[in-house]
């Protein structure tokens, strides 16, 4: 299970991503997982999962200002 689950992170990395800066290794990481997890699940109930979480969290510590540059 962990080499198919490194292999889905590889492609991700190489088909969405582009590129993996180590900073954000775990975030990635994390949404991998998450895909993983979810990947039977039908896309509304994702969408649907994904807002509601969302909706609970504040504004993300590590995301706040990142295209601003103020990582």
Not at 18 to 37: M, T
């Amino acid at each position: 299970m962990v080499e198919e689950y490194s292999s889905r992170l590889r492609r991700a990395e190489i088909g969405h991503h582009h590129h993996v800066a180590g900073a954000y290794l775990l975030r990635y990481a994390q949404e991998a997982s998450w895909r993983e997890d979810n990947r039977r699940v039908t896309n509304g109930e994702q969408t649907q999962r994904v807002a509601h979480l969302a909706m609970k969290r504040g504004p993300s510590v590590d995301f706040s200002g990142y295209w601003q540059r103020h990582v």
